[in-house]
């Protein structure tokens, strides 16, 4: 079985910009679920989406969005990028709840300049 | 939020070593999770235990869970140059219908010589 799969796998933008980060889940998983992880905060929940629908959301502001397709395929969204949001992004998909064993994919570094 | 802290932030030893980290949180739990992470790779999933349970083995590893402490180790017994790696505990939280989700620590930091 392939794993959870993440494209691009680095990424360089401008404050201001905007960038969409996708990812592929393990065939047959049906939630997914999105991490940031910086060395000041650690890993931090962004949101998770199940059968085309947020299902629970972590504490960031708006312009960081999502969504997910009929495949279970999922896209983040963060728009007017600001410096601090240079990080890891990282996927991970699960059979049922965002709570049980998760399989991440390899991240995508963003650097914002 | 973080919830689980884990302890120590970095550990250093010796090839066929037992390494031991340790984990502490605030909130109920649903289950507790331990991963490790490559150099800034994606986290492997490494061991589950449930609220209900208080010690799990798998291979070379042994967590325990001590709920009324708040509390969770991982025990790597005779420790490898190849388990060098960042090591996280992760608190599944339930808050009711189908929403739930992990929360994980800051890391513990360990490297094994050979």
């Known amino acids: 079985k392939a794993g959870v799969t993440q494209t691009p796998r680095y990424l360089i933008k401008t404050r201001g910009q905007q960038v969409t980060l996708s990812c592929s889940p393990i065939?047959?998983?049906?939630?997914v679920s999105w991490y940031q992880q910086t060395p000041g905060q650690g890993l931090q929940f962004l949101f998770e989406y199940f059968s085309e629908t947020q299902r629970n959301k972590g504490n960031f502001p708006g312009r960081f969005s999502g969504r997910q397709f009929s495949n279970s395929r999922s896209e983040m969204n963060v728009s007017t990028l600001e410096l601090g949001d240079s990080a890891l992004y990282l996927c991970a998909s699960s059979r049922g709840l965002a709570m049980d064993e998760q399989f991440f994919g390899p991240g995508t570094r963003l650097t914002v300049l | 939020s973080q919830q689980g802290e884990e302890d120590p932030q970095a550990l250093s030893i010796q090839e066929g070593e037992n390494a031991t980290m340790n984990c502490s949180y605030k909130t109920s739990i649903n289950n507790l999770q331990w991963y490790r992470q490559n150099s800034g790779r994606g986290l492997v999933h490494l061991i589950l235990i449930r609220s209900n349970e208080r010690e799990k083995h798998s291979g070379r590893l042994r967590v325990t869970l001590d709920t009324s402490k708040k509390s969770s180790s991982l025990l790597i017994t005779a420790s490898r140059a190849a388990d060098t790696a960042s090591y996280f505990c992760a608190t599944g939280v339930y808050y009711g219908g189908s929403q739930g989700n992990l929360i994980f620590g800051k890391g513990t930091k360990l490297s094994v010589k050979p």
């Open positions: 065939s047959g998983h049906r939630s």
